[in-house]
């Protein structure tokens, strides 16, 4: 019988291993298992439900019917635009004003823009050692691949260094030589799958070495924010090393609602790009449109009005901060309680002070994840490595994680 799928789309999984480990957690659970389900990268409360925003559910509902009934402008509502350039560099107005913008179904969505946008088919993007699987995803069906540099540095006595710029500076260096062009993934704060948060100091010294490249090749470097929302300290606090820079490196912005106002289903996001040439924004705002248009056409412009709404109206963008902000202590609860325990069961595992995710090193992560899976814990095996979404875990589960882990 004839296959009429092209040859190198034969053979694909038909799920995403992280959904379908969560499918199972969840079929055991209903079976009336006792399950610790830390897979899926959504913040649950304690009651093991959805954590949502009351009032950005709010701002969702008082959409008007034509608002959810009418077409969005392919790039985006442009007070959409104007209100997420605003949010993703609140307090540096010279970034501001050389950025420009395309609505996206999530911060998913900017990925797969820049991917299409600042690399030719057959190049590699470059990230982290540990990156969000998906990346891997996006490239294949963009037709690029993925490469990687170590993320942490390598310490004597089996210790987690810090963010390993000397691999990356290498990498690009590389990068550059092969194909003459680079695109580099930051997944910065909160990183998924690690946890980390870079320093200052390693924010300074990731600019320098980007410049230094930039210099004598297209650099361009993607900021992925999904979950600054979460972060232990200001996410903006690492701008200012980036205004020095835009000159002579790209800088891009995966803007993404889903995690920040707790609506996932509502697939807002956008792609922003810093380009202080009047000309080569234009030329970069059509082109974000131009594959807008050539992928999902426009965006729903409910999901952008409602976004738009909670970024701008004082009252309610006021509000909806209070919420997320008890959220926030939800988050830091797991985090403090997952910090204790661990250390003292000889866990290894990157620096760890917000966000959704923590990773555990492991020799041999499949076999722990399958082991762990039969006492009704679920985590997602990753190649030398667990990840942990204690996003999904009540702090009263935590030291039965750790137990699990350390086993």
Known sequence: ??????????????????????????????????????????????DGKLAILPSAARAVREVSEADWAAYAPIAGTPDFLRAVIGDAFAGHAALQGCAVASATPGGTGALRHAIANYLEAGQALLTTSFFWGP??????????????????????????????????????????????????????????????????????????CLSAHGRRAPVTVLLDTAYSAYAATDPREHLGVLEPIVDHVGVLVAWSASKAFTHYGLRVGALIALEPDARDRAMTDAALSYSCRGTWSNCSRGGLRAITQLLTDESLSASVTRERETLKALLTTRVEAFN????????????????????????????????????????????????????????????RLIEALAD
Not at 10 to 36: H, V, Y
Not at 143 to 169: H, I
Not at 340 to 346: F, H, W
């Open 340 to 399: 204790r325990d661990a250390r003292s069961a000889g866990l290894r595992y990157p620096r760890y002070e917000g966000g959704f995710f923590v990773t555990v090193f492991h020799d041999d992560p499949q076999r722990k994840a399958a082991q762990m899976r039969e006492r009704g814990v679920f985590v997602v095996p990753q190649k030398g490595a667990l990840r942990v979404a204690l996003c999904g875990v009540a702090a009263r589960d935590v030291p």
């Open 1 to 46: 019988m004839t296959t009429h799928l092209i040859p190198s789309h034969q053979g694909r999984p038909s799920d995403d291993p992280i959904f379908a480990l969560n499918s199972e957690a969840t079929a055991r659970q209903k079976n009336g298992e006792s399950i610790i389900n830390a897979t899926v990268g959504a913040l649950m409360g304690d």
């Open 135 to 208: 990346y891997q995803t996006l490239a294949d069906e963009c037709e690029r691949k993925v490469k990687t540099f170590a993320m942490f540095e390598a310490k004597s006595g089996g210790e987690v260094g810090g963010f390993d710029v000397g691999a990356l500076d290498r990498a690009l260096g590389e990068t550059l030589a092969e194909q003459g062009r680079a695109l580099i993934f930051i997944n910065d704060p909160c990183h998924n799958p690690t946890g980390y948060s870079m320093s200052a100091s390693e924010w300074r010294d990731v600019a320098a």
